[in-house]
């Protein structure tokens, strides 16, 4: 918990954190370095899609 103030609050940040960190930590050792780099490339096209529509 560190410099959190509740359990909860946590709880509601691991939350969130685990779903886009997800997004962002393809299986590596299951991909070849070709795979690898399209899948980082994925993510952040998915990312800065997601971005642009929280900010329309």
Do not use: C, N
């Amino acid at each position: 918990m560190a410099r959190l103030k509740s359990p909860g609050h946590a709880q509601r940040f691991l939350s969130a954190h685990d779903q886009i960190a997800t997004i962002f930590r393809p299986k590596r050792h299951r991909l070849s370095a070709r795979s690898y780099r399209h899948a980082r490339a994925d993510a952040f096209s998915l990312w800065d899609d997601y971005v642009a529509e929280l900010a329309a």
